[in-house]
């Protein structure tokens, strides 16, 4: 399931011609912990240029109030309109987490897949809604993964 939804962003991001060619930005998330209902914080900056295709190297990182964080690297894509309007942001991590009182996801090593959807102003500025995923991939057991949802706001930084 991961190489297909691997093989569909690179796709998406090779032949789309609403793909956005983002400016560097930092993405703050407010959010809760569903299972564990812990509220969490997120903060991601992602890059100016891509990397490959239109994909724009991210770090990101969260942590929540059970004492649970992750830290992690990865790639950012947008479609949708460079300029004021509605918009859809696919990210991918890997990365530490750490348990603290959270829910046991198998051991440190995460993948965190996130979609944000939401609305750019003319300004670059975004705020919307978003959910992420977060997984050992089956390397470990246990493998609960754990989904948060999320409301966020953005800022460019150019």
Known sequence: MRRLLVAVVFLLSAFSSSVVADEARVVMGLGNQMGPGSPELSARYIAAEPV????????????????????????????????????????????????????????????????????????????????DHRSNAGLDRPNPGLNTIYLFASIPLD
């Not at 992750?70 to 859809?88: D, M, N, P, R």
């Open 52 to 131: 490959f295709g239109h994909l724009h190297p991210t770090v990101g990182m969260s942590v929540a109030g059970n004492g649970s964080a992750f830290v992690g690297l990865g790639a950012a894509i947008t479609f949708g309109k460079h300029s004021e309007g509605i918009f859809a942001r696919f990210t991918s991590m890997v990365g530490a987490h750490r348990q603290g009182n959270g829910r046991n996801l198998g051991g440190p090593l995460q993948f965190r897949n996130a979609l944000d959807i939401g609305y750019r102003w003319a300004s670059g500025v975004e705020a919307g809604l978003g959910a």
